[in-house]
């Protein structure tokens, strides 16, 4: 420069000005003065003049509850909805019975950031039902997921610890037919993204077992939902996160099904909404999708596992695990729906065109009854629960 020029920066967006074409603005309670370009000087008086017209919201004072009264309206609110028997809290240590008191903070994670996770198990004839291989699919949900455990050291500690919590609710329920779900969440403490600051929670609900529906028993409908498939992670993972899974049963509800058929992006079948789907083909293969990108069924490992006894039956030629084409499974003699331990649902007519006779067939009402006798008379996937006389 052929004559020293003063520079100062622009208090608003750093930007390097002269003195020259810079604002001197005072700062009554600053030791030094601050210097604004034009550019800034345009924009915070825009700014001023946006905020001077914003519109004045005046409301009425909300009215602050105590707690006598909070528990008096939640009681009026909860008493129509679903009755849960009993729930534990780590939080609290112990087993509530009060319906008012089942809560969960909210700033707690699950409900924050969908940063959980839960599994099921059934209660049958006063007995724990699947218990293991339910915990041992959260447990393996927890470390993807990044969970910390909520007990012990090691997965099997925790995975014993949970089994008699669980059971612990379950006995002090008094249901001998019962649902039971339990979810592991980072826990509750901020609004943060990050569970850095929470504490790792363990809750357990207890209801009454659902009885199935007799008409979908005799055969229900079925339709093909155009909806994307969650990522590899969260498809495995049994996460709290089931937004896509609502939306495909919404979607097969509103044509008169029930919860929806999805189909990869190479035209082969994943699952449905909260089942896994299994087909019985003209040549008596009964065949089901892999879980490589779908979650792993209890019920599905379960019908693949009993169906050693239609082999010998002579029901069934041949058993496997391969993935399905929309093709292929479209042309199928029969095909059902199963999730929940026992809950199977016959598939007769799919996108409004029946499936193979369009009734009920013999390898879905022999997988129905010896999934049933499994679960009330087996010993291998049991607890016996003892209970206070």
């Known amino acids: 420069l052929a004559q020293a020029v003063s520079f100062r920066f622009c208090w608003c967006c750093d930007c390097c000005i002269t003195l020259d074409f810079a604002i001197e603005v005072s700062a009554p309670r600053a030791s030094h003065d601050f210097f604004v370009c034009l550019d800034s000087l345009v924009l ?5 003049e946006q905020a001077a017209s914003a519109p004045r919201l005046e409301v009425k004072m909300a009215e602050k509850i105590d707690r006598a009264s909070f528990l008096q309206k939640m009681e009026e609110v909860l008493q129509p909805m679903i009755d849960i028997t009993a729930m534990y809290s780590s939080l609290v240590g112990g087993v509530i019975t009060d319906p008012v008191l089942m809560t969960l903070p909210i700033h707690d994670h699950a409900i924050v950031r969908g940063h959980a996770c839960f599994d099921t198990c059934s209660v049958v004839n006063g007995r724990l039902y699947r218990c293991d291989i339910h915990l041992d699919r959260h447990i393996a949900s927890l470390g993807r997921a990044r969970i910390p455990l909520p007990y012990g050291t090691d997965a099997e500690s925790c995975k014993a610890a949970m089994r008699e919590i669980i059971a612990q609710t379950v006995v002090a329920s008094g249901l001998r037919e019962a649902n039971v779900r339990y979810y592991t969440s980072v826990g509750p403490g901020n609004f943060s993204i990050l569970p850095a600051g929470c504490r790792t929670a363990f809750y357990v609900v207890i209801y009454p077992m659902t009885p199935d529906d007799p008409e979908e028993l005799k055969g229900a409908k079925e339709y093909t939902v155009d909806l994307p498939l969650k990522p590899g992670l969260l498809a495995t993972t049994k996460s709290t996160n089931y937004m896509l899974n609502a939306l495909t049963a919404m979607s097969s509800k509103e044509r008169g099904g029930g919860y929806g058929i999805l189909v990869d992006a190479e035209g082969n079948i994943a699952e449905s909404c909260i089942m896994n789907c299994v087909f019985i083909t003209k040549e008596k293969k009964l065949v089901t999708p892999p879980f490589d990108n779908i979650l792993a069924g209890t019920t599905a490992r379960k019908i693949l596992e009993l169906s050693d006894v239609l082999l010998q ?19 199928s003699e029969e095909m059902l729906i199963c999730s929940g331990d026992t809950h199977i649902v016959p598939i007769v007519q799919w996108d409004d065109v029946a499936v193979g006779p369009g009734v009920v067939g013999p390898v879905s009402k022999r997988l129905m009854e010896l999934v049933q006798k499994d679960a009330r008379e087996g010993t291998k996937d049991h607890y016996e629960l003892v209970y206070p006389a």
């Open 313 to 331: 039956e002579g029901l069934l030629t041949a058993v496997s695990q391969e993935s399905v084409s929309l093709e292929a499974a479209k042309a």
């Open 44 to 48: 915070c008086s825009a700014m001023a």
